[in-house]
């Protein structure tokens, strides 16, 4: 392309072609945050659970906290690694999505250690759930759409078990929430690539 | 009365570059190369006269070891492209 001037009705063409460039394909590996947090969450959420019915000191909940102090450091070499042009305002909206929930999640999560009859498992996997099926619906991906509404529904499982069982069933909402999706996703972005 | 086209924006690769970064959030020095065709000489030219101007803003840093430059659009230039769209089509009597 070089530097010459155009008339009106090339113009316009020219506006037109180049949005439309912008219409990118899925990204590769878009899955790629949905299967970090989901496989951190069910390894977690299983040591914590042996740990605790092996042993029976309550004091292995702190565990929960190494969730955020793997996932961050992972997602932030990741990403920063492959940090993907164009940004589209899609892109921005979903961050932003995910900034609120997580950060939710994790406000909800320091609440336990104060007010301990909260039923966390509960508040965040609906959280996450939520955000999942907000992203699905933002990028018109009906399997995240679908896992999303069906963590929701699930969800309640936690508040209906004991506290060692909601752990189990914790792990494999995470795994419809976030791991199978984000598969599911990765897959599909792999394929729109080929 | 047809208003004046700015002659900022009427140009090819300065309209293609300002048309691409509309649409998008920001977008980085490799891809606004591969969407326009343009050579790396050419394309620098024509990013700092929009910068210059106001219309794009530049920032340039590093990925991994590589530099990258990544533009983005500014209200300035967002109202400038509007303006210019708008005189297109008075000119055009759409």
Partial sequence: ?194 | MFKELDPLLHSELRLAIMSLLISVEEADFVYLKDQTKSTSGNLSVQIDKLNDAGYIEVERGFAGKRTRTVCKITPVGVKAFEAYVESLRSYLNL
């Fill in chain 1, 1 to 194: 392309m070089e530097e010459k001037q155009l008339n009106e009705k090339e113009s316009l063409e020219l506006i037109a072609q180049m949005i439309r460039n912008t219409q990118r394909k899925m990204e590769k590996n878009s899955g790629l945050p949905f299967l970090i947090w989901g496989y951190t969450t069910i390894a977690v959420s299983l040591a914590v659970w042996y740990l605790l019915s092996t042993t029976g000191n309550y004091q292995w909940n702190w565990l929960w906290l190494t969730i955020p102090v793997i996932g961050f450091p992972i997602m932030m070499f990741t990403f920063k690694k492959n940090e993907v042009y164009p940004k589209t305002y899609i892109d921005k909206v979903i961050s932003y999505v995910w900034i609120v929930f997580g950060l939710s999640a994790f406000i909800v999560s320091a609440g336990t250690f104060i007010f301990h009859r909260f039923p966390i498992l509960f508040t965040v996997i609906l959280l996450i759930s939520m955000g999942t099926a907000i992203t699905g619906l933002i990028i018109k991906f009906k399997p995240l759409v679908f896992s999303g509404f069906l963590g929701m529904f699930l969800s309640f499982l936690c508040l209906m078990l004991n506290p060692l069982n909601s752990i189990l069933v914790f792990a494999g909402l995470f795994l419809i929430v976030q791991v199978i999706p984000g598969h599911i996703l990765n897959y599909k972005s792999r394929k729109s690539h080929v």
